[in-house]
């Protein structure tokens, strides 16, 4: 079956830091990926959509200069939290789109700003 | 406004039961929806999709029914085990370029 891994599963960095997650499809290509965000104890808020070779797409709310989001590959995305507060401690998953409608989802990453 | 709304309280069964959980969307007409199953601290995991003009879908121990009229899916495990507990999500969605919205999710513990 289609494989979406997340880079670190894990991390915790200081206040005013940057933070670069990966998501990566292993054996098949995604010309669309997304971004999601997720508190306890709530849902996935999608954050933006992620488009190979173009600028990503963001959510109402989300800021595009603090969540940089690059495509440069069939099977990388890239989210960098830009000096990340403690309030950008979260959880934050991507998925990958293989066929029009079937969406795979990476093991997500949790984020912890001190 | 999109509004989804799935059972906010726990549902704990015993096993061997059906569980029943419900899924309701407003102000919009998907054309199709998808159910996920989340465990804590992973990703989401597909189960199954239904489109619009389909009234039941069936995977395994699985079911899930679409009313377009009533707004509302439902999503069926029978002989439950203590195996599917686990958060079960819905995402009633429009077909946009595969954007996903997704309800709050009804935790469900399947107890031996």
């Known amino acids: 079956g289609a494989v979406v891994s997340q880079h670190p599963s894990w991390v915790i960095c200081k206040s005013g830091t940057s933070v670069k997650i990966e998501c990566r499809s292993l054996?098949?290509?995604?010309?669309?990926m997304f971004w999601y965000r997720q508190f306890p104890k709530q849902s996935l808020m999608l954050m933006a959509t992620s488009n190979e070779g173009s600028k990503a797409t963001y959510e109402q709310g989300v800021e595009k200069d603090k969540f940089l989001i690059n495509h440069a590959s069939l099977t990388l995305s890239t989210l960098t939290v830009t000096s990340a507060h403690p309030e950008d401690s979260s959880f934050y998953i991507c998925s990958a789109i293989l066929h029009y409608n079937e969406q795979f989802f990476g093991p997500g990453t949790r984020l912890t700003v001190l | 406004s999109q509004k989804i709304e799935q059972n906010s309280e726990a549902l704990n069964i015993q096993e061997g039961k059906t569980a029943t959980l419900t899924c309701n969307y407003t102000?919009?007409?998907?054309?199709?929806l998808q159910w996920y199953r989340q465990d804590p601290g992973r990703g989401p995991v597909f189960l199954l999709l239904?489109?619009?003009?389909?009234k039941e879908k069936r995977k395994e121990r699985l079911k899930v029914t679409f009313d377009t009229t009533l707004k509302q899916s439902l999503f069926h495990i029978t002989a439950s085990q203590p195996a599917d507990s686990a958060t079960y999500l819905c995402?009633?969605?429009?077909?946009?370029?595969?954007?996903?919205?997704f309800g709050q999710g009804t935790e469900l513990s399947v107890k031996p």
């Open positions: 054996d098949f290509q995604a010309t669309t």
């Open positions: 995402a009633p969605t429009l077909g946009q370029g595969g954007k996903l919205i």
């Open positions: 102000n919009y007409s998907p054309a199709y």
């Open positions: 239904i489109r619009e003009n389909e």
